[in-house]
Every structure is written in C-alpha cells, then in structure tokens.
C-alpha cells in the first residue's frame, strides 16, 4: 500500500479520495507549520507528500526521502521546494493552478478597494469610539474608476485582475515577458516597461512567481517610481518587494497605501507595519475560501495518485 504523507490537516476530501484509492495515509495533525526536523523525521518512508508553501523542501529534506516520488504543493507558488533538485531525484513536483485564480483575483480587488475607500480605518475608528458622526472631510479616500490598474505579472491571476478591475471602470496595462492577447483584445490593456508601468499606474498589483529572477524586483530604485497618490498591492510573495523601503515610503506618506497578503518572514511580520494606518495587513489568504481550499485538495490528491499509479500529473511544474 503506498504510503502518502500529508503535512497538515486539509479539506477533509483529501484522505476520503486517498483512503477510497486505498492509500495508507498519515497527516502530520498539530496544528501548527510542521518544522523541517520533522518532515525529515515523518516523511522520510512516503511515497508521495503532500506539502503547504510554508514547508521548506530543500535539499537535505529531499536526501532524506527514501522512496519518494511525488510533492503536490498544495499552492500554485513553489518556491518553498527545491525543484531542480526534485527532478534530478525523479521526484515530480506538482502544484494547484488555476482553481485558485478566482479567489486570489477577488482578494486582490478586495485589497484595491479597501486601501482606495480606507475601510480598515473606518473600522478601527468604530471600534475605538472615535466615529463623532458624518463629516464632510471623514476618511476620504480615492476613486478607483478611470484609474490606471497596472498589473506586473500578467497570467492567469493577473488577468484576472485586470478583468475585475475593468468592471470597475479602471484601465490596465500590464507588464509581462510576453504579451497577453486576451487581455490586450478584451480590456484594451496595453505590455508596457516595468519602469513606464511603475511611473504611470494608480494602482499596482503584483501577480508574479517568486524565483531568483523577481526576488526584491521593486527595490528601493524602482518603489521610488511610485506616484505619490498610488496604491501598492501584493499578493504573490513578500520577497518581491523591498520590504523596509515600502515601510518608508508609507511612513513618509510618499504613496497612499500598500495592501498586502504576503511577507517576507512569514509568520513574523516587520512590526513597522504594525504602526502605519495607510496599509492594510492580510495573513496570507488569497485562496482562503472553503470552495478554493476543497478543491485544491482534491487537485493536490489526484495529482499524487496519477503519479503514483504511473500516470501523468495534471498540474505539474515546468
Ligand atoms: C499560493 O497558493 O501560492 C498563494 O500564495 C495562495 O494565496
């Protein structure tokens, strides 16, 4: 019976489909990230694993994989594996694209407009007992509409993005390796320069990979092209923004607000961010809704039974 682990407790569908394909399955149940001593420890015998984007598989991890020859990261990014050396083991790494599309869009245009509207401030004042009643001056914030979205990265997230936003009246170009001809065709977005698309957006979403290539891409040089109306938002992965940079350009009021939903030291966010009204501050819930996560689930386990039955993986990474 091949053996599967799973390195935190998932959508209950998970081990319904495993155990139904007769999988002996063992999930690591403490609810809390399973450290990197223990996945070498726990996961050593597996045939396939079933791991999180908050796993660090590297290379001691995957030395001591005895028999293992599947990782379904259960996220679309997986940056947390070392895939080059996944594939010189034979070890197919697996993902769960397109599922998550939607909700991580919908956060995005959730973030967007909660930083233009300042909702969180709103908020805060309510619960603080500060709300003295309608003014006209009370917690002005921006238009959206007629606004320029500028989208870096522009796949299947992004343009996903782009098409929510265009339903709120906004503009979008986009900055991509290659052009995106759907998004170009039906939302009249226009490929443009990092640089041109940092100068001119009011809103800047990012939508990109984490790898070698993008880690710190909107370094303090780049952050300083920002408008000082604009609104920064990320939900890929901290690493690609220069963290204490933006926390300067915050504090210094040089842009309007940042809305993020992923750090660089996750869970252990830099506490200046803790300190500034002007950004709003999400735990890392793009694909966070019941529907997104069953699925993922059931991506995660289908790809691990196509590998493990010597069939093709449906999702997995190039
Ligand atoms: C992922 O799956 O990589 C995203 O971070 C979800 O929010």
């Known amino acids: 019976m091949p053996k599967i682990f799973i390195t935190r407790t998932l959508p209950k569908i998970a081990e319904e489909i495993l155990h139904k394909h007769h999988f002996e399955v063992t999930t690591f149940s403490k609810n809390r990230s399973i450290t990197k001593r223990e ?4 996961a050593s015998d597996a045939d396939g694993i079933i791991s ?4 660090p598989i590297d290379k001691d991890v995957i030395d001591n994989l005895k028999c293992c020859k599947v990782i379904a990261n259960y996220a679309v990014g997986y940056n947390n594996i070392d895939t080059n050396y996944a594939r010189k ?3 197919i790494v697996t993902n769960t694209p397109d599922i998550l599309t939607d909700a991580t869009a919908d956060l995005t245009l959730t973030l967007i407009l909660s930083c233009a509207r300042r909702l969180v401030e709103g908020d ?7 709300f003295k ?5 009370l917690l002005l914030g921006t238009d959206i509409n007629n606004k320029i979205l500028g989208v870096i990265g522009a796949g299947r997230i992004g343009s996903a993005v782009i098409k929510r936003a265009s339903a709120f009246g906004m503009k979008s170009i986009y900055y991509n390796r290659s052009r995106n001809l759907e998004i170009e065709n039906l939302y009249s977005s226009k490929k443009v320069s990092l640089d041109y698309l940092l100068k001119n957006s009011d809103v800047i979403s990012i939508h990109l990979p984490l790898n070698p290539g993008t ?5 303090k040089e780049k952050l300083s092209l920002l408008k000082n ?3 920064l938002i990320n939900t890929a992965r901290g690493e690609i923004i220069d963290e204490n940079h933006l926390i300067q350009l915050l504090k210094m009021k040089k842009i309007f607000a940042a809305g993020l939903d992923v750090y660089v030291n996750e869970p252990n966010i830099n506490i200046k961010f803790l300190k500034l009204s002007n ?5 890392h819930i793009g694909s966070a809704t019941i529907e997104t996560r069953s699925k993922m689930a059931e991506l995660a386990v289908k790809n691990v039974i196509n590998v493990l039955k010597g069939k093709k993986p449906l999702t997995p990474v190039v």
């Open 279 to 283: 950004v709003i501050l999400a735990p």
């Open 52 to 55: 999180l984007l908050t796993d």
């Open 39 to 42: 996945l070498i420890k726990e």
């Open 215 to 219: 880690k710190n891409l909107l370094n």
């Open 124 to 130: 805060k004042m309510i619960r603080t007992n500060k």
């Open 133 to 137: 009643g309608w003014s006209p001056n």
């Open 229 to 231: 109306h604009s609104i």
């Open 89 to 91: 083991k034979n070890i």
